[in-house]
Every structure is written in structure tokens, then in C-alpha cells.
């Protein structure tokens, strides 16, 4: 079996460095070029492969008015905005192009978000962001939120209790008729069983009242007593957001899954959108998990 470039160059070396073998006689016994040996005794690790740049000629011609659309798109409502397909179809249908929708595609993902950043640096406010890394089954947020609930043909106020595991994103959502004490916990405990676990590092949460008693400097906060006790019981710790816009995004998986803004209201979406009319909170609990 033939060495590896790595196997190889650490073959080299050695010959090279305890034996003394000289450039020529090490290409003969390993049966590369002499080149090759030089690279081994330079360094230690093998180049890399050079990808060969090939040109797209089609995609070169239409780079220009693919640029344009994205640009008309920075003053455009959101909703009305090119979709990749609507790009290709615009270069077919108004000139002609013979472009694959593929090339268009990437070319499209690729070069919006330089397009908005260089739009955002020309204004003064490049934006940017650290990502999140989560480990499995170490954290978890929690919300509550406001849902319209049709009861015996009436409209009525109800609650949203959303658990999301961070990592997995694995959720948990119930229903209530008030965000009391007893219904915050009642959440927990079905999230916990439908999770088949309690999160080994922390949970985050809003200032909600059933949780905090009051709000001090920082991230101290005074807990009310049954809370503490449920906690100790099920031994995890709680992470408690900064108010207001400086901790609008410490918690975004749950506030998405309890309002109707953002990819994450799929609950809301899919279950409370005008529909079924169930009489009691029994038959709405029993429409979503």
C-alpha cells in the first residue's frame, strides 16, 4: 500500500535528517520528484492541492445585471424582493441569457450578503454578530407569550408557554388561561417529561413574574420561594436576561416560538392561524405538543 503525502514527507525527512541521503537518491527510493522531496524537507506538511480556477464564461456576462437586481432590492419592502428564481427567470425572459439556475443560485446566495454589508459599511453601521455554540442537553429557554383561542365560540386571551432545548431545538409548547405560578411550573414539569430530561447547565428566562420577585442591579435577582424549591428539586440553574434592548437577543429561540415575528413562530403559524374551534383548553392542548 502506497504512503500517504503525510506518511510520505515524514519518511523523507527522516531518511533525510538521520541517514543524510541526498535530494536525488531520496527521489529514487520513494519514486517522486525531486520537487517533492525539497517540499518534504522545507516543511513538514504536505501544500495544498491546488483547485484549478475555471472560468464561467455565461456567468461573467450577466454578473453586472445580477448585481443591479440585489442593489434594487436594498430600498424594496422585504417581501418583495428577488428570490433567486425570480433572478434567473428575469435573465431568461428579458435577456436571454443561457445561464444554469444552479450558477444563478449560489452566485445570488453568495453576493447579497456582500452587497447589504457594503451598503451597510457605506452608511456608517456594519452590523455583526458572535455565534452561539451550544452543547447537547445543557441548555434550554423559556417564554410565555399571548394567543387568540376560540372557547365555545368566543374569543379568547390565552397563554403560550414555549420550552426549546437550544442545541437540538427540540420544543415543548403548552397552553394556559393565565401565567400564574402554578402554570409556569405545570410547563416545566410537561417540558421535562417530553424531553425525557432537565437540562445539565442552565435555562434562560425574562424577569417573568412567577420566577422573580425583583430585579436588582446586573443579573441579580430576588426569586420567589416556590420557584426556588422547584428548581432545587429538579436541580438546574436559571440565566436571567438584562431588561430592555440590551438583552433582546439572549433568548431568542423561545420569544420566536411566542410571537408572530421572525422564522421561529411555527407554533403560532401552523396551530392558531383561523381554523379549528376547539370548546375548551383540553382540546387545544390536544392540537399541539
Not at 390565552?158 to 397552553?175: D, E, Q, T
Amino acid at each position: 500500500m502506497g504512503l500517504g503525502r503525510v506518511e510520505l514527507f515524514a519518511a523523507i525527512r527522516f531518511d533525510w535528517q538521520r541517514n543524510q541521503m541526498p535530494v536525488r537518491a531520496l527521489a529514487r527510493k520513494y519514486d517522486v520528484h525531486r520537487r517533492t522531496v525539497r517540499q518534504a524537507i522545507a516543511s513538514p506538511v504536505p501544500p495544498g492541492r491546488k483547485s484549478p480556477q475555471r472560468p464561467a464564461a455565461v456567468l461573467d456576462g450577466v454578473r453586472e445585471l445580477i448585481d443591479g437586481m440585489l442593489r434594487e432590492d436594498l430600498a424594496a419592502p422585504r417581501k418583495q424582493r428577488h428570490t433567486a428564481k425570480r433572478v434567473f427567470e428575469r435573465l431568461c425572459d428579458e435577456h436571454g441569457a443561457a445561464v444554469s439556475y444552479s450558477y444563478v443560485a449560489k452566485y445570488v446566495a453568495c453576493r447579497r450578503a456582500e452587497i447589504g454589508a457594503e451598503d451597510r459599511d457605506r452608511a456608517g453601521s456594519l452590523a455583526g454578530f458572535v455565534p452561539q455554540a451550544k452543547d447537547p442537553g445543557a441548555e434550554a429557554e423559556v417564554d410565555f407569550g399571548d394567543v387568540a383561542v376560540c372557547l365555545a365560540g368566543e374569543l379568547a386571551r390565552c397563554f403560550l408557554f414555549a420550552f426549546r432545548l437550544s442545541y437540538s431545538g427540540k420544543a415543548c409548547h403548552r397552553v394556559y388561561a393565565s401565567q400564574a405560578q402554578e402554570a409556569f411550573l405545570e410547563g416545566h414539569v410537561a417540558a421535562f417529561e417530553t424531553c425525557a430530561g432537565v437540562p445539565c447547565g442552565q435555562v434562560r428566562y425574562d424577569n417573568l413574574t412567577p420566577a422573580v420577585a425583583k430585579v436588582l442591579a446586573g443579573r441579580n435577582r430576588v426569586e420567589t420561594q416556590r420557584w426556588l424549591s422547584f428548581r432545587a428539586y429538579y436541580g438546574f440553574e436559571a440565566f436571567y436576561c438584562i431588561p430592555g434592548e440590551e438583552g433582546a437577543h439572549e433568548k431568542g429561540l423561545s420569544s420566536h416560538c411566542t410571537s408572530w415575528a421572525g422564522s421561529g413562530s411555527y407554533c403560532l403559524r401552523r396551530f392558531f392561524l383561523p381554523g379549528g374551534r376547539p370548546v375548551a383548553l383540553r382540546g387545544v392542548m390536544a392540537g399541539i405538543w
